[in-house]
């Protein structure tokens, strides 16, 4: 390894970290926004999952699938609302800064979607 080679490596690292959204200060209600998610991602997954059986169920009118899978999308509804709700307000503030907004996007990019 040449003499330059270390220096040259830590600039690297440090310019890529600098370029990242993530890198920025963020506001605390970033950092909220990003733990809600976290915490509650299984369970967003598993509404979107419901919500299109629900969608195929109506489409093809099986009225006994419609009716087994609406309680199940009520109760998870139920359960997510005062999170969804604290998002929502989360989120407003988000979207006033763009380094913020810009962060909580790349974060929820690496929170990746639903299987």
């Known amino acids: 390894m040449g003499k330059y080679a270390l220096p040259l ?6 310019g890529n970290f600098a370029m990242s959204p993530l890198a920025f200060a963020v506001s605390p209600d970033v950092d909220a926004a990003i733990d809600l998610d976290k915490h509650h991602h299984a369970e ?9 059986q629900l969608f195929i169920a109506h489409q093809h009118h099986d009225q006994d699938k419609l009716n087994l899978l609406a309680p199940e999308l009520d109760a998870i509804n139920k359960r997510l609302k005062p999170t969804e709700d604290k998002l929502n307000v989360l989120k407003a503030n ?19 979607g639903c299987e």
Not at 9 to 14: D, E, G, P, T
Not at 44 to 52: G, N, P, T
Not at 94 to 112: C, M
């Open 44 to 52: 967003q997954c598993e509404k979107k999952k419901i919500q299109v």
């Open 9 to 14: 490596l830590f600039f690297m690292f440090a």
């Open 94 to 112: 988000i979207k006033k800064n763009p380094d913020d907004q810009s962060a909580y996007e790349t974060a929820l990019l690496q929170l990746g």
